[in-house]
Each structure stands twice: as structure tokens, then as C-alpha cells.
């Protein structure tokens, strides 16, 4: 299991049943002994719409990364539709700094299947997938044990609780592609196809998974459901801020000295995030910047952060929540080599489908690895600021913005340090040490 | 073509997952799943599949194409995934990847002479809270350092 510690600070909402150590995932056992499926069994009373309106209330809103009200998208879903209606669980946790996901299901994997039930009955859906990234593989036997006790107990199949409401739900596993993560690529992927996104509209409320209505949700927003339900939309809402129900999940990663994934209210402070929870920037060193939604989030320098974490107020400060991977670095980072890498990883990931982001990410690494080597010239800077910026909204999905936000940001903020780079100064991040390899 | 009983199990599980008419859902698990037990995507493996899904052989070509996790050469008996994504590049993860690469002497996707270990460089694997990380085959090795590396790599050896 995933070492984890607790911190006092934290509001448990979705870690509730977590115990530290906790030694083995809760089973159903121990599930139901602890309130487990009593957000279901309370979601069979009700009607759909009465759960969609709970959900509204709750102002819960997705915790993949783009923040679109949950209660909203499940609206959309035509419930009456002859159609099957579909429940996708977007488990394929890729953005760079995130791991936040794998912690609730190796823990608590029924708490998701309960969100699914709940998601499947609010759009009279009879079958689910949990779509996760092929390198999870053990997280799928953890899935596939906990579906199976599901299946035994009657809280998946046929008559669920006596209800005459069927729901089925299966593991699907990713085969290694961050882009599958976009949920149209996702559904794409899911179909047995490349994994290239899909115009939109029809968004997957009309047309998702084999072309029929669709909902697809992060894990981390399904688990929040049962509790929703269970406890109130109203509640849920007052945990966090105005518009930003509840409570989310943060993964400290970087220069700190007490990484680890929490559970924080929405709108805590980010800068209190990083010195309560994470401990401080490790060494004794001075915070330098801090990437505070996943690579694709813009950067945001030291003095930039002591705002709240939540949706709107880091749009405000022009970032992104995002996946809640706060990044954070240290004052030794090289901000080229930083975006460097960053580039990289998107001209890697680029699925290729249209032009703007598979020529641009790959002409960006080339212009920034150039940069990082220290061997560009001037002009090279601005063009990476303006190839960016002719990226941003032109892409079939939301990759190439990802790759082309936090590149602006780090240009604008930290041009200096190009600058330096460029002119034959100290590099800041020393490269490893390299030798030819032996090739057998 | 014939998997374990085990396999054979699941894979008739997972075609009933699937609405009537699409069981080409199933075609990316399904390779993956295989490859597991054969160790490669090879030729006869790509016609059992597009033989039991019904889809042609370009679909199943098409898909392996894409995914990086699916691959047609052999790899070593121990594939050692080595993230050095940001998170992990912070704390080391690229130290971790030129020692890995110096230790066995092989480079990204080389395998060794004795077919036993093989590397591949990836990109973000989950475990940035736990940096630097790697992964040996589906095996997650968290907080990696060079030392751990080793005598990873050691124990690794001794296991054949």
C-alpha cells in the first residue's frame, strides 16, 4: 500500500474510512461497517432528478481538471432516451504531478463503484466502465475483486437491493497514452480505437461511448457523490468556497520536505498548502515557483501564491486549479530545462491528429531543447512565445492549450533566466553527469 | 491459438462487457492482457485477436501503433519503467535514469544481452508524491535512489 500519512489540518470527507497504515483496501466488509452504500441505498429512494438537484447544490465540480459543474453535465444526459445511457469513470490519471486517484481506489475502491451506482441511477444508466491507465495494473485487481464482492452482495447486477434497477460495471485498462485521459480520446480508446479526440460538439452527454448518451467523471468526483447524497448538497457546499463545493484532493510533489497527498477544503490557502501540509520548501531553500494544477497549469512565481486554492481563484490569478498536482520547486530550478522537459513530455504524448499541436509541441521541443542546451539564439525566445500563443484554442482538444499555458507563463515570468542561459551564464540545475553508452 | 485457462476466463468475460455488436471494445485489454502471458504482440497473436473480435487485421495494427505500452520486439524478463517527468526530475529521477543506463549498459528500449532487464525512460507515472519512481514490470518502486536501484537490480538477478 501507498505510504500516506495523515495531517491534522485535513477535512476527510473522501479519505473517511482511511487508516493509517492502512494495511489492506477496505473491503466490503469493513465498507458497510463504516456507512458504506448508505449514499445509494438513500439515491434508490429519491428520484433522478432529486439526486441531480443534490448534486447542484453540493457545487461539486470535476476534479480532473477542467472544473465543469458535475451536477450541470448530468443534467445534459437525456434521460429518456431509448438510447442505453452510459457511465465512464476517467481513471486514467496521467497529468504530470498527479496521484491522487490511485490513493482512493487502492483504499476505499467502493466508494467509487458506490458513485458510479448513484451517477448510473441519476441518468437511468444500466452500464458503467472504469476506464485506467494500463500502468495501474494492480489498482484494476483491487477494482476487480471489489466489483466481484459488489456483484456478491447485490449491489451490482440484476434488482440491485430489491430496487428491480440494474446496473453492470466493469474495469477497462488504458494501454499507455496520456491524450486517452481527454475524455472523447478516452471513449475513443474504449471503442478499441486510437486514442484521437473527438470534435465536439456533440459532446458525450448526447454522444459518448458507442455513440449514446455518455457520462464521464475523474474518479476523485464520483467518490464525492455518496457523501453528497448522504449528507447534502448543502453541506457539501459549505465545505468549501462559493461555486467550489466541498473538499479535494492535493498531491505535494517537488521541493518540500513532507510530500504526500491530502485532503484539503476548497479555497485553502495555497501558500499555507505548501508550509502546513507539505512542510516547507526542503534544504532550507526559497520557494522559487509553484506549478499548482499539473503540467498544464501556468506557473505561478513565490510571491504569487498566497491565494485561495480553489476554481475560480486561481483562473483569477491566472492559473488553473486543475488536477490539484502542486508542484513545487526550489530556487536551484532551471526554468529553461523546466520548460524543456515539460515540452517534451506534451510533443511525446501529442496524439498527432491535427496539425497545430503535433507540429507545434514538436517544434517547440526543438526550439526550447536548443534553449536548455544554450545554444539558441535571442530571437528563439520570443518565436517560443509566439508559437504558443498560435496553439492556444486552435486544437481539436485541450493538449495543445496544456502544452502552449505553461510555456507562456514560464517565458513571461522567467525570461531572464533564458536570457542568462543564452549569454553563457551559471546553469542552475546542474545536468547529470553523462558518458557514452555501451551499446551490447 | 490458446492462453491459460485463466485467460481464456477472462477474456469470455470481457466480450459480454461490451454492447452487442461493439466487442472491439475489448481489443486493447485484450492485447495487453495477452501480451502479458506471450511476452510480445506477435503476428499470430495480432490474427487470434482480430479472429475473435471480427475486426480486420489494419484495426488491430492500428491500435498498436499507438499505444506505448504495446510493443511487437521482446523485452527483458524484468522491464524497468524510469519516470523522469517533472516531479520526478526535481528530486532525481534523471540521475536515477543515466545510472539505470550505465548499471546494465543499455540505453532506452535496449534490452540486455542476457535478455533479463530492459529500460524504457516514461513519461509521468502516478507516484509524484513518492518521487523518484520507477516501475518493474507492473511492480511500483517508490522514493528510488541509485543505491536502491542497485540492490533492486541485484535482488532482481539473483531471482533467476
Given at each position: 500500500m501507498l505510504f500516506n500519512e495523515p495531517h491534522p489540518l485535513e477535512v476527510k470527507v473522501l479519505t473517511k474510512r482511511f487508516e493509517y497504515p492502512q494495511k489492506d483496501p477496505i473491503w466490503i466488509d469493513e465498507f458497510l461497517a463504516k456507512e458504506g452504500y448508505a449514499g445509494i441505498r438513500k439515491a434508490l429512494e429519491m428520484t433522478p432528478e432529486a439526486i441531480i438537484e443534490e448534486v447542484k447544490k453540493s457545487s461539486l465540480r470535476g476534479r480532473g481538471g477542467a472544473g465543469f459543474p458535475t451536477g450541470l453535465k448530468w443534467g445534459f444526459v437525456d434521460r429518456n432516451s431509448p438510447k442505453p445511457k452510459y457511465i465512464v469513470v476517467n481513471a486514467d490519471e496521467g497529468e504530470p504531478g498527479t496521484c491522487k486517484?490511485?490513493?482512493?481506489?487502492?483504499?476505499?475502491?467502493?466508494?467509487?463503484?458506490?458513485?458510479?451506482?448513484?451517477?448510473?441511477?441519476?441518468?437511468?444508466?444500466?452500464?458503467?466502465?472504469?476506464?485506467?491507465?494500463?500502468?495501474?495494473?494492480?489498482?484494476?485487481?483491487?477494482?476487480?475483486?471489489?466489483?466481484?464482492?459488489?456483484?456478491?452482495?447485490?449491489?451490482?447486477?440484476?434488482?440491485?437491493?430489491?430496487?428491480?434497477?440494474?446496473?453492470?460495471?466493469?474495469?477497462?485498462?488504458?494501454?499507455?497514452?496520456?491524450?486517452?485521459?481527454?475524455?472523447?480520446?478516452?471513449?475513443?480508446?474504449?471503442?478499441?480505437?486510437?486514442?484521437?479526440?473527438?470534435?465536439?460538439?456533440?459532446?458525450?452527454?448526447?454522444?459518448?461511448?458507442?455513440?449514446?448518451?455518455?457520462?464521464?467523471?475523474?474518479?476523485?468526483?464520483?467518490?464525492?457523490?455518496?457523501?453528497?447524497?448522504?449528507?447534502?448538497?448543502?453541506?457539501?457546499?459549505?465545505?468549501?468556497?462559493?461555486?467550489?463545493?466541498?473538499?479535494?484532493?492535493?498531491?505535494?510533489?517537488?521541493?518540500?520536505?513532507?510530500?504526500?497527498?491530502?485532503?484539503?477544503?476548497?479555497?485553502?490557502?495555497?501558500?499555507?498548502?505548501?508550509?502546513?501540509?507539505?512542510?516547507?520548501?526542503?534544504?532550507?531553500?526559497?520557494?522559487?515557483?509553484?506549478?499548482?494544477?499539473?503540467?498544464?497549469?501556468?506557473?505561478?512565481?513565490?510571491?504569487?501564491?498566497?491565494?485561495?486554492?480553489?476554481?475560480?481563484?486561481?483562473?483569477?490569478?491566472?492559473?488553473?486549479?486543475?488536477?490539484?498536482?502542486?508542484?513545487?520547486?526550489?530556487?536551484?530550478?532551471?526554468?529553461?530545462?523546466?520548460?524543456?522537459?515539460?515540452?517534451?513530455?506534451?510533443?511525446?504524448?501529442?496524439?498527432?491528429?491535427c496539425i497545430p499541436c503535433r507540429e507545434g509541441t514538436a517544434w517547440l521541443e526543438k526550439m526550447l531543447r536548443r534553449l536548455d542546451e544554450g545554444v539558441g539564439v535571442t530571437r528563439d525566445i520570443d518565436m517560443v512565445g509566439q508559437l504558443s500563443q498560435s496553439m492556444l484554442g486552435r486544437t481539436f482538444c485541450a493538449l495543445g492549450d496544456a502544452a502552449a499555458m505553461p510555456t507562456i507563463s514560464i517565458v513571461q515570468k522567467f525570461r531572464h533566466e533564458f536570457e542568462a542561459k543564452l549569454a553563457g551564464a551559471k546553469v542552475f540545475m546542474p545536468a547529470p553527469e553523462t558518458q557514452p553508452l555501451v551499446v551490447l | 491459438m490458446t492462453f491459460s485457462a485463466e485467460l481464456e476466463a477472462r477474456f469470455e468475460k470481457m466480450i459480454g462487457q461490451y454492447p452487442p455488436g461493439r466487442q472491439k471494445g475489448a481489443l486493447i485489454p485484450m492485447l495487453l492482457y495477452a501480451q502479458d502471458e506471450t511476452g510480445q504482440i506477435t503476428d499470430e497473436l495480432i490474427d487470434e485477436v482480430s479472429r475473435r473480435l471480427s475486426v480486420n487485421k489494419v484495426e488491430v495494427e492500428e491500435v498498436l501503433g499507438y499505444y506505448t505500452m504495446l510493443h511487437r520486439e521482446r523485452r527483458g524478463r524484468h522491464h524497468l519503467q524510469i519516470c523522469t517527468n517533472v516531479a520526478c526530475m526535481l528530486v532525481g529521477g534523471e540521475e536515477l535514469w543515466h545510472h539505470a543506463c550505465h548499471k546494465l549498459g543499455i540505453g532506452n528500449k535496449q534490452t540486455t544481452a542476457d535478455g533479463q532487464f530492459s529500460l524504457e525512460e516514461v513519461e509521468c507515472i502516478g507516484a509524484c508524491s513518492w518521487a523518484p519512481a520507477l516501475i518493474d514490470n507492473y511492480d511500483f518502486h517508490l522514493n528510488v535512489t541509485p543505491e536502491k536501484l542497485d540492490a533492486l537490480i541485484e535482488s532482481l538477478r539473483g531471482q533467476q
Open positions: 486517484d490511485r490513493v482512493l481506489m487502492e483504499n476505499d475502491p467502493h466508494m467509487l463503484i458506490e458513485g458510479c451506482l448513484i451517477a448510473g441511477r441519476a441518468i437511468n444508466s444500466n452500464r458503467g466502465w472504469i476506464y485506467i491507465r494500463g500502468e495501474y495494473r494492480y489498482l484494476i485487481d483491487i477494482l476487480d475483486k471489489a466489483i466481484e464482492e459488489a456483484y456478491a452482495r447485490g449491489y451490482l447486477g440484476e434488482n440491485i437491493q430489491g430496487s428491480g434497477w440494474t446496473f453492470h460495471l466493469s474495469t477497462h485498462t488504458g494501454a499507455g497514452s496520456y491524450e486517452c485521459g481527454e475524455e472523447s480520446a478516452l471513449l475513443e480508446s474504449l471503442e478499441g480505437k486510437r486514442g484521437n479526440p473527438r470534435l465536439k460538439p456533440p459532446f458525450p452527454a448526447t454522444s459518448g461511448a458507442f455513440q449514446c448518451p455518455t457520462i464521464v467523471n475523474n474518479v476523485e468526483t464520483y467518490c464525492a457523490v455518496p457523501s453528497i447524497i448522504l449528507n447534502g448538497g448543502e453541506w457539501y457546499a459549505g465545505l468549501g468556497t462559493p461555486r467550489n463545493g466541498g473538499t479535494r484532493m492535493v498531491c505535494l510533489s517537488g521541493h518540500l520536505n513532507r510530500p504526500g497527498v491530502y485532503e484539503v477544503p476548497l479555497g485553502y490557502n495555497l501558500k499555507q498548502l505548501i508550509e502546513e501540509f507539505g512542510g516547507g520548501v526542503w534544504k532550507g531553500r526559497k520557494l522559487k515557483a509553484v506549478i499548482p494544477g499539473g503540467s498544464s497549469s501556468p506557473i505561478l512565481t513565490a510571491d504569487e501564491i498566497d491565494i485561495p486554492a480553489d476554481y475560480d481563484s486561481l483562473a483569477k490569478a491566472g492559473s488553473m486549479l486543475g488536477s490539484g498536482a502542486t508542484m513545487v520547486l526550489d530556487e536551484t530550478v532551471d526554468m529553461v530545462k523546466l520548460a524543456h522537459r515539460v515540452m517534451k513530455f506534451y510533443a511525446h504524448e501529442s496524439c498527432g491528429w | -
